[in-house]
Each structure stands twice: as C-alpha cells, then as structure tokens.
C-alpha cells in the first residue's frame, strides 16, 4: 500500500489533516480492523470498549431546557408516558449531535 502525504481515512473517506476530533471512530489509514476501530461487538450488538486509538473524548451532556408542569400534566392526561419523553430526547440528542458534527460519522 502506497502512502500519500496527507491518506483517507478507510472508515469515512476523510482525508487526515481534516478528520475531524471527536467522531465514532479513529483515524484508520487502512492497517486497522473493525474492531480495532470500533471495538469489540458484544452479544447485545453494540461495541466496547471506545477505540483507544486516536483522540479520547469526553461528553459532557448538558442540561436541556425543559417545562416540569407541561412533562407531568401530560403524563396526568395520559397524552404521554415518561417512555415516550424518554425516547424523544434520545432521538433530538441523536439528531443534534449529528448536525453538530456536520453529518459525519
């Protein structure tokens, strides 16, 4: 395998002077496996530990705005149930935090 000087990464097509800090993956120049980049995969699917290439980040989450009343008065009303809250912050958390990193993976 020929080197350039500035390689893709295998994993996102980036190049490495622009892969960006942070992403789900290490910087693969095309020497790592999946699981070097990833992790292992558990039984349940998902992998771990966090690849211990590349630049460790921490998450800090952040605190949302939210109203208390509005939550349990449409709880108390049976509009929602507290799954439902649940799953709708998943999904605006996973939906930001791919808008935040411009789309990439």
Known sequence: ????????????????SNHPVGVRHAFNDGSMTASETFGQRRPDGSRGPAPTS??????????????????????????ITPDDLVN?????R??????MSGGQT
């Not at 395998?1 to 490495?16: A, E, F, V, W, Y």
């Not at 996973?94 to 808008?99: C, H, K, L, S």
């Open 1 to 16: 395998m020929t080197t350039s000087p500035d390689p893709k990464c295998t994993t996102c097509g980036i190049r490495q």
């Open 88 to 92: 709708a912050e998943r999904t605006i």
């Open 54 to 79: 590349g630049p460790q980040v921490q998450v800090v989450e952040q605190p949302w705005p939210f109203d208390p009343v509005l939550r349990q008065a449409l709880i108390d009303k049976g509009v």
């Open 94 to 99: 996973a939906v930001t935090a791919q808008f």
